[in-house]
């Protein structure tokens, strides 16, 4: 086994793999990136496209201990990407997948494309995506649909992009001091392991939310009150069942981990989050990420909160706006309404013990306690709600 240590989707990551190991199995394997497919697994098919270093390579063709030092980037470190955001429209758009095997690969290296040649015609589409195949849709509408985007883009003169240093060798080779193939293969890696928090996704100010929802509860306490509440950080968080702080929080920053129960998983996400809040509004913003190391899942959040006196100033409305994003294995969980549903159970949870807290109970009476908040008895209670929902619809009875 060698070690190896890369940045994978803007998370340092750091392993011991085998040399022969190529850089699409530990994306998988290792890793749960399975957005990255595997066809033909020597060189044809390019649905294992991702991008190292900025450039797309193939990786069924790159071995991950070649890569040390190197920015790997997979589909779903592209989530936010504006061009792939474009291209996905277009793809939609235009009919250009039907069972999606190849379309990570396709639009990884469209991306590419689209970023580089800001002139390509059909013909020069062509061209650049024939390393990529498809064995079920047909080409006219992927190359129709990555045309609209380069259109697009055009009418709005955006320059095109340099490719990233363009040096000849294997994928991941430009990084000063990083070895040979040959070398590592021999055994002189000299990766340097990263620390438990250098593997946390770093924080971005820029970053945009792949869902949002809203909601909203009321307590029964005037808003002042309330207001001072929220700004001790370590009180908020115990309301919160399953959160604890690993560190003494400032006024304006916090350590923390929350632990969730799936069924048979048991996640516990460790993180940090910048905390703003506004004296004059009664309102406060949240941004926060954090990772659970055994999933291999990584989430970025976003809180807005506001409080609004309610009840002729007796009691307070409070109104939060949610927005995440969720990668890794967990991420599956994230694609419904299922993390809503959740969230509104905690939400409810928090709002109780919220309640109880401003009222004097101590944190060992609040109502809502326990290890960690468990979704597998959430979702079961969240299944029977939408049973009964559905019978009501069809029926009219509960
Ligand atoms: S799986 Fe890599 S090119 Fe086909
Ligand atoms: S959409 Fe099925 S292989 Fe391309």
Known sequence: MKPVSFTINGMAVSAEVEPRTHLADFLREERDLT???LGCE????????????????????????????????TIEGLDNDEVTAELREAFKREHALQCGYCTPGMLISARDLVLRAPDADERAIRVAMSGNLCRCTGYVGIIRAIKSVI????????????MNGGALGPAGSRHSGSETVSELMAGRATATPVSAKAQRPAMDRDWRPQVSFEQ?????????QVWDFFGQVRDVAACLPGASLVEEPTD???????????GPITAEFRGEADIERDEKTYSGKIIGAGSDVRSSSSTRGMINYSLRPTDGGRATEVAITVGYTLTGMLAQFGRSGIVQDVASR????????????????ALED????GEGLNAGSLLFALIRDRFKALLKRLFGTR
């Open 216 to 224: 909203s509860f009321v307590v029964h306490y005037p808003r002042q």
């Open 346 to 361: 905690l939400t409810a949870a928090f709002a109780q013990n919220l309640e109880a807290r401003l009222g004097g109970k």
């Open 42 to 73: 020597h060189g044809v098919c390019g649905a294992c496209t991702i991008l190292v270093d900025g450039a797309p390579v193939r990786s069924c063709l790159t071995y991950a201990v070649a890569c040390s030092g190197a920015e790997v980037t």
């Open 366 to 369: 609040l109502p809502v306690s």
């Open 35 to 37: 957005g990255t497919h």
């Open 252 to 262: 304006n920053h916090a350590e923390g981990k929350i632990r969730v129960k799936i």
């Open 151 to 162: 259109s697009a883009r055009r009418a709005r003169a955006i320059a095109p992009v340099a």
